[in-house]
Structures are given as C-alpha cells and as structure tokens.
C-alpha cells in the first residue's frame, strides 16, 4: 500500500489523495487513479501526453490490456524502445543470468545519450552519476522525468528522500527493481510533468535532466509553471536544458536547417530565453554549464561511453574547469543547467 503523508495529490485538482477499495487512490473531487505493484499510475486521460506512451501505461494500470505475452511482468508495451529492443530485453530477461537489468541494459542509451551506445545491452554496471547538489540530511525531492531511476538513485546516496515521476510505467518498473537491488528507498509515481501529483508547496528540491528539453515549448513553460507551484518558498530547482550556443548544438540546427522540432526532438534554446522563462515562473535564476560538445556526458562514465565519447569527455570536463573560473564561457556549453530558487 501506497503511504499518503500529503505528498502526493490529484494531478487534475491539487486534492489530497486518499485510498479506495481495491488498489485505487481518489480524491474529494471524484477522480481515481490506479496503484499497480506500489505504483501509484496519476496520469490524466483527459490531456494528450508528452511523449505518446502515456496511454499505453493508463490502459494497463486499469487492467484495459494485459501486456507483451512474452514478458508481461516487464511493461515493454509502455517503454520507447524498438521491437527489436524488446525482443532482445525478453531474452536478457529469460536468461536469469544479469547482475544488470534487461530494462535499463537498452534504456540506458535513451537516457544517457548516443556515446553510450556501444554498451547498449552490455552494461557491467549501472551508470548512476554523480548529481550536482550539495548532501542533504532529509530534504524531500522530485525527479522529474526519472525513467530507470539513475538521477533519483543518485539523489538517495547523497541523503534525499526521493519521488521519481515518470509516464513511462514500464521504466518505473525498471527504476524500482534497480533501487530495491542497491537498497535504496525510493517511491516512484507514474505521472506528467504537466500536471505534477504533488501537494503545493512540499518539495525542497525539484531535479529534471534531459526531459524538458524534449517538451514543445508550451509543455516545457507549463511543467516549469508546477515546479513552481509544488516547491516550498525558498526551495531549489534545478533542470537541464539544451543551449543553442553550443557547438554540437549549432550543428544539430544547421542539419535540421532550422526547421520546427518534431515530436520528442530536442529544443534548443538561448541562454536569455531560458533565463527569461526559469525566472519568471520560478524566480532568482542562474544558468551554469552542465556538458560541452554534447548533452549527458557525465565524468563518473568514462568507462561506459565510446572512445570518440571519451574525448569529447575530456574537452568538456576541461571547459567546465574554465567556465568555473569564467561564468560567461558557460554560455557556450551545449547542455545547461538552470538553477532557481522559489520566491
């Protein structure tokens, strides 16, 4: 059974949660939401999702589908991942020989980026960064858009109580089986990052990587909009965004040849824009660099990425130490981070 201790609220109205017969959560106003395994499943059926999955989790979590006969316990019909991904999860699965995942062996590229494609359904060990936050003795934090897990696991080694929200059910699968492996005590919540199931005014810290940069610019503006609204006064966000300055960046837009972002491509946006838009629903804002020459290079996976990966690593970990030194060269970095504090 899921603990309601206020955290958690409906997605429509903002109203406590409380149980209902069966594994159902609802709120006073009439709306109930689906718990499947100790995961509460609070996506709305009345908006269109983000990514296009989002129904595929609801229909399951309502027991509307009965998932991929070869490995139902898995949620592969929920996951953006190829029929040929999942056929090879289902063989990794059956195969009950794997300290790793099957899961999180081909999520891992999704989430981390291209450089680490050459461990895809490979992984020796999971590759759980290092977050950018100072340890805590408690505070209460969201990752939004957590997949697998790795930002929130990160999160609780370094001391936080953590909810991990994704519309993704099978991955939040994936995220917890990986979490009770490391012993780590972590609740995860199907849900949109639109429409956060979070009381108001409860988070002490919110936490998002490589997510918002994928929204439309109406989504992005609307979960940057409930970021605010769940962070307590004073509380921190800090959300990775993508920054057209940078020089993998540009490359990327002269290839689309500028054209209007598809469906879940990334959206690149200028530092002032994001500045703009973070201080302006959130309040007192600073952008700092996050990776250079590409997005979601991380220093703790040198072991995991490619040797062209390895380089690029190294430049960017070199141009860190001066952005560090220099804020404005930050400016130049392909993937950012926005740090702010609520007014």
Known sequence: MVELDGRLACPVDHRPLTHAAGAWLECAGGHRFPVVDGVPVLLRDDVAGTIGIEAQSLRRARGESAGDPRAPELYLESLGLSEAEREEIVQLWRSKHNEIDPVVQFL???TCGIAYKSVLGRLERYPIPDIPLAPSDGALLIDIGCNWGRWSMAAAKKGYRVIGLDPQLGALMAARRVSRQ???????????ARYLPIATGTIDVAFSYSV???FSREDCTAAVREVGRVLKSGGVSKIQMANALGVRS???L???RFRETREFEVRYYMPGELLTLFEGNLGRSRLLADCFLGLGLQATDEDLVTSLGRVALKISEAAKRVSAVFPPFGRLADSVYLESIKA
Do not use: K, N, S, T
């Open 212 to 214: 918002l940069q994928h």
């Open 182 to 192: 490391l012993g780590q005590d972590i609740l995860f919540v199907c849900a949109d």
């Open 254 to 256: 002269v290839r689309r």
């Open 250 to 252: 540009a490359y990327h």
């Open 108 to 110: 891992a590229a999704a």
